[in-house]
């Protein structure tokens, strides 16, 4: 990540072009601007359903959106039965996620495409520091009890410095879902800047599990709070929950960005995680965040999408756009 | 383009779709389309052709035949010979032929979509997601309802040939609006598509050949206004359905007034789209790019209006103008457009004006910074905002990609600036508060009511307008009524129903000499009072055997306007539950009973008819109120199966104020089977009784005083009938007319009615037998009394 960290003064009235790189330092909190939020779900979804058919991208615009979708991927693997081993398999292709063969085709071979980071549990980082040596990939790592986060708050912290101290560029928080279910909003303020504090320099994705949510009202004043309380991303699940990133879900996130952008001058970053796996869904993603964010943040500083399939359609597609023959997956080098 | 520089840049590109098999449709006609007639492609008998051009790209497309009045006449005559036939085939042969239209719409869907969006201009992702879809889908359902018609429409029976002209905002869906359920009930149809856009309705005949419809029931007559005219002049045309402007519609109705042929329009709209305090902001922007960006705003039901409340209104024109910047305006056949183009360059040059009349009136025009594609008929999205009711741009209808908007202060300023329209389309609510959006929907005068949603249809679900939006509906159940007669009007008499004529027992010479009792004066009844004509005079009036009986009356034009004025000051009664009403109808039915002998009296001495006959009729009154009284809390609406997690309330609402001329044949009976299911339905009436016996209708005043009918429910105004029944055709303030008695007044009525639009029903030159309970009561009183407006919810959390 190349944001910088400086102190902006926060009155409403800033000018937005002079912020674009700032980190979000977060706001005092104050439940007045979010408190009479509604989130209308029949339209909300209406717009995903039919922006579907308003946008498209295909050929030579396909082929570069997709290598753009594969500068924002976090290249994930969280399983219990992680190793060093696929670990090592996994960094190896984050650095060189798309065959040369093909990145030459495209004429691409120069642009250094990598994914955006590898995203491991705790124990894997040494590993992850390894594996990726001097690259300038940074390693993202879950914490604060991932998945589920029913830890106490000290220990919630302690991981945090842990990952951090690890190594860890990237720290993807769990939040306390009761908080949320009981909008406790500045119980929830109040452990996401402790979260944030604990990150220090490294950023924060601050996951909502909005599967757990239940409304989309809920899920708008949950980004609110995680952004005042100084969130540089915002992200949809752990991808453990029995639902996770979905569009309309996104939407209510991505326009809680807006308005807090629109509020404050800082650009929140934003991912969705967990049943992103093909090629066509990433591709819904970008036109989403453009249309609705704009292209500010089509980049890996402020999007991000949590998946470990991913990749694998996207480089099937690549490989059909540059021969006109489907792929199959045994042709390309395996995470 | 270089893919790296796409990944730099991230913009869109071209996504074009194929056109290749639309063109191939286009050669398979030469690009030279006959007229669709008796199931043949018939040279039209002008010799003359036309150009359809691609808005997007001026381009060609084909030519297409100019018919004449003979081609008119030819296919009026083959849908007319058809018929015998296709009423034969019975209710489940139709509705084979409808599920395999539906059937043959789908196989070939995007190839209609495809064709669509050449020949209009309209973003194939419309066509393709929205239109088509919808027009297998009113097939679909239509089957169904062909399958139905004589299970649930028993009473009712095909029209005959219906003569159908559409507009081109959405050439396929309107002729599916159209088509489906006039096939479904049995009739035959002559269809001329707009001029601009006859090509997938000329497929859509290709269709009908493959399928093997017979010949003659799909007749599809190309070309411009003359046709239509032609059409809707012709004596053997039994029906005209009818969408497009309110101009034309009025034509339509002024061209059929008095003569019996049914008509229903789809008119204009201004429909207002409303934004309460609490409405969510981002989701009401796209509830806009969907009201007003939608087909570019030529949508006859667009949210034009924006109203919205005074506070968040800033918010929400900083919201519309950055989402207006990305929009994508583009060919047609782009995939990642929003906007297509203008139909033509008439339809470009009416918005230009009008929007350059908006700018010199002193409203705000704000355009995105973007600009349009050089060829082609293109208008950018623009918003009006320092905007008043009195502005042009907030009363005339655009049709076009321009949004006006107005702020509101309270719930009740909202309303009042909604129904500040002559039209009532549609109208969108937007609050996340269910109490008031429940209680805005019904205050709208509009057939339907949009809630947190807009543009949403579905063929179960019935459109069309209030005022000057037309009358009739499409889709749903209500919507099958405009395409079936009742069977009983075939019983309908040629002369008034009167009963035999009996000697008079009172004796001929007695005249004035009743003075000799004490005098009783009947005046006028207007907002629960007795009033003296305006005028000052009075008409003596004579019983059948031309005895004097007394004198009435004479109400002018200044009665009839305080009359209607009285009716309208009345919201208590259209306000009250069906149970309420229900009571009141009881208690009138009561009030009667307990003087029945009078009244009895009084048919007799008026009708002459005998004792025997006048009580009949006074126990036929009491029972048909009880008829209603009964019907007044149950004659309800439905809810629609319409799309996923939406409950659609299909409501009939009262018309408003109706004038009711009665009949003279009945003088209490006529009354009261005319007058009681208008009130049943929540109207306040302004009624003009027999002319010839009043006295029944004038004596009945005291019992409404004495039977809790809100003042102002029922105004009587009595006099010349021709006279006050075109002072209430020609007012504006009333919006329905029903009219039983002579064809001449009928035709005026109906011609003059026109202006406003009100509703009108009367029998056109035939004559119920009121005693006959078939002819005289039903149903069929209550749906004339009401409209329906459907309220969409969409629900979930």
């Not at chain 2, 009945?700 to 105004?717: A, C, E, H, K, M």
Request: hydrophobic share 40%; aromatic share 8%.
């Amino acid at each position: 990540m190349t944001m910088k960290s400086k102190k902006v003064k926060n009155n409403n009235t800033i000018q937005h072009s002079n912020l674009s790189d700032l980190r979000n330092e977060g706001i005092p909190f104050d439940s007045h601007i979010f408190e009479d939020i509604h989130i209308n779900k029949s339209a909300v979804e209406r717009r995903v359903e039919s922006l579907g058919g308003r946008r498209s991208v295909k050929k030579e615009w396909q082929a570069a959106w997709l290598l753009k979708a594969i500068s924002c991927i976090d290249l994930t693997t969280l399983s219990g039965d992680d190793t060093k081993g696929n670990v090592h398999r996994l960094c190896a292709k984050a650095k060189s996620p798309v065959r040369l063969d093909l990145l030459d085709a495209m004429g691409m071979k120069e642009a250094n495409i990598h994914v955006a980071a590898v995203c491991v549990y705790h124990n894997l980082i040494a590993d992850a520091v390894n594996a990726l040596g001097n690259s300038s990939i940074p390693i993202a790592a879950v914490s604060t009890g991932f998945p589920a986060g029913n830890i106490p708050l000290e220990e919630k912290l302690k991981e945090i410095e842990l990952s951090v101290a690890a190594g860890a560029k990237e720290i993807d928080i769990v939040v306390s879902r009761n908080l949320i279910i009981q909008s406790d909003w500045k119980g929830l303020y109040d452990e996401v800047s402790a979260c944030r504090k604990a990150c220090g320099e490294a950023h924060m994705k601050t996951i909502l599990a909005t599967g757990e949510i239940g409304t989309y009202t809920k899920v708008a004043k949950a980004s609110w709070v995680s952004m005042m309380a100084g969130s540089d991303f915002i992200k949809t699940s752990t991808g453990k929950e029995p639902v996770n990133a979905t569009l309309p879900v996104s939407l209510v996130m991505i326009r809680a960005i807006r308005a807090y952008y629109e509020l404050t001058g800082y650009k929140v970053g934003f991912k969705p995680a967990g049943g992103i796996g093909k090629a066509k869904q990433a591709i819904s993603w970008l036109i989403l965040i453009k249309e609705e964010l704009g292209n500010d943040w089509l980049t890996p500083e402020l999007f991000r999408f949590g998946a470990s399939s991913l990749l694998g359609d996207i480089e099937r597609q690549l490989e059909h756009f540059v021969t006109g023959r489907y792929s199959a997956s045994y042709r390309h080098p395996m995470a | 383009m270089k893919i790296k520089d796409i990944y730099e840049t991230m913009e869109y590109g071209p996504a074009p779709e194929s056109t290749i098999e639309a063109q191939a449709f286009l050669e398979s006609h030469n690009r030279k389309f006959q007229l669709f007639i008796n199931g043949n492609w018939t040279e039209s008998s002008s010799g003359k052709y036309f150009d359809s051009i691609n808005p997007a790209t001026t381009e060609k497309l084909a030519k297409i035949s100019e018919a004449s009045t003979n081609d008119v006449d030819a296919a009026v005559v083959a849908a007319k010979e058809a018929l015998p036939k296709w009423v034969g085939i019975g209710a489940h042969k139709r509705a084979r032929y409808l599920y395999a239209i539906a059937r043959q719409i789908q196989k070939h869907s995007r190839l209609f979509a495809v064709l669509e969006s050449l020949d209009n201009g309209k973003p194939i992702r419309e066509t393709r997601d929205i239109d088509v879809p919808l027009v297998a889908r009113h097939f679909y359902h239509h089957a169904g309802w062909a399958q139905l018609r004589d299970t649930e429409l028993k009473e009712y029976k095909e029209i005959g040939v219906i003569g159908q002209i559409i507009p081109w905002n959405f050439p396929l869906l309107m002729l599916a609006w159209k088509i489906a359920p006039a096939l479904a009930m049995g009739n035959t149809v002559v269809l001329k598509p707009a001029e601009f856009t006859s090509l997938t309705a000329l497929l859509f005949a290709d269709i009908c050949e493959q399928i093997g419809l017979p010949k003659g029931v799909v007749n599809i007559i190309t070309g411009h206004g003359p046709v239509g005219a032609a059409l809707v002049n012709h004596k053997d045309v039994n029906k005209i359905a009818f969408t497009g402007s309110t101009e034309v519609g009025k034509i339509i109705r002024r061209a059929t007034a008095g003569t019996g042929k049914k008509i229903s329009l789809e008119l204009g709209g201004k429909s207002p789209f409303i934004v309460f305090d609490d409405a969510d902001l981002d989701s009401v922007v796209e509830g806009i790019v969907d009201a007003i960006w939608f087909n570019q705003g030529q949508v006859c039901c667009a949210g034009s209006r924006l109203l919205v409340q005074e506070s968040i209104a800033d918010t929400l024109y900083k919201k519309i103008r950055k989402r207006m910047e990305s929009l994508r305006i583009g060919n047609s056949l782009d995939k990642v457009i929003d906007i297509g183009a203008i139909v033509a360059p008439v339809q470009l040059k009416v918005i230009e004006d009008l929007v350059q009349q908006g700018v010199d009136e002193g409203s705000t025009l704000w355009q995105p910074s973007w600009e349009c594609p050089k060829e082609g008929y293109f208008y950018p999205p623009t918003l009006f905002t320092d905007v008043s009711p009195s502005s042009t741009i907030a009363q005339v209808e655009i049709f076009g990609p321009v949004l006006v908007a107005m702020s509101f202060r309270t719930h009740k300023e909202a309303v009042k600036l909604a129904n500040n329209t002559q039209y009532g389309l549609a109208c969108s609510i937007w609050t996340e508060n269910i109490n008031l959006a429940l209680d805005i929907a019904p205050q709208i005068k509009a057939g339907t009511a949009w809630i947190n949603c807009t543009n949403v249809f579905d063929a179960a679900s019935g459109f069309g307008g209030y005022r000057e939006s037309g009358f009739g509906r499409e889709g749903g159940k209500e919507g099958l009524y405009e395409y079936v007669k009742p069977r009983i009007d075939e019983l309908f008499s040629k002369t008034p129903v009167l009963k035999a004529l009996k000697k008079s027992k009172v004796d001929a010479a007695k005249s004035l000499s009743k003075l000799a009792e004490i005098d009783r004066t009947t005046k006028l009844y207007v907002g629960g009072k007795q009033a003296r004509p305006d005028g000052g005079y009075s008409n003596v009036v004579h019983s059948r055997n031309g005895d004097y009986i007394g004198e009435v009356s004479i109400g002018n034009r200044k009665d009839i306007r305080n009359a209607v004025e009285a009716a309208h000051a009345n919201t208590d009664w259209p306000s009250r539950t069906g149970h309420s009403r229900a009571q009141v109808l009881y208690y009138i039915a009561e009030n009667l009973s307990i003087r029945k002998e009078e009244f009895a009296n009084r048919i007799n001495e008026m009708m002459n008819c005998g004792k025997a006959d006048a009580d009949k009729e006074v126990e036929e009154s009491i029972e048909r109120i009880y008829y209603y009284a009964a019907l007044a809390d149950k004659y309800d609406g439905l809810v629609h199966h319409t799309v996923h997690r939406n409950v659609t309330l299909a409501m009939p609402e009262s018309i408003g104020v109706m004038g009711i001329v009665c009949p003279d044949e009945s003088p209490l009976l006529g009354f009261i089977s005319t007058v009681i299911p208008a009130i049943t339905m929540g109207n306040s009436v302004v009624v003009i009784p027999s002319e010839t016996a009043p006295f029944s209708a004038t004596d009945f005043y005291q019992i409404l005083d004495t039977s809790d009918v809100p003042s102002g429910t029922v105004n009587i105004v009595t006099g010349t009938k021709k006279e006050l029944a075109t002072v209430l055709a020609k007012h504006d303030d009333v919006d329905g007319i029903w009219y039983f008695g002579n064809q001449e007044i009928f035709k005026e009525i109906e011609y003059f009615a026109a202006d406003n639009m009100k509703r009108t029903w009367g029998n056109a030159g035939t004559y119920r037998d009121w005693m006959d309970k078939a002819q005289g009561q039903g149903d069929i009183f209550l749906r004339h009394a009401s409209q329906i407006k459907n309220i969409w919810i969409p629900y979930g959390e």
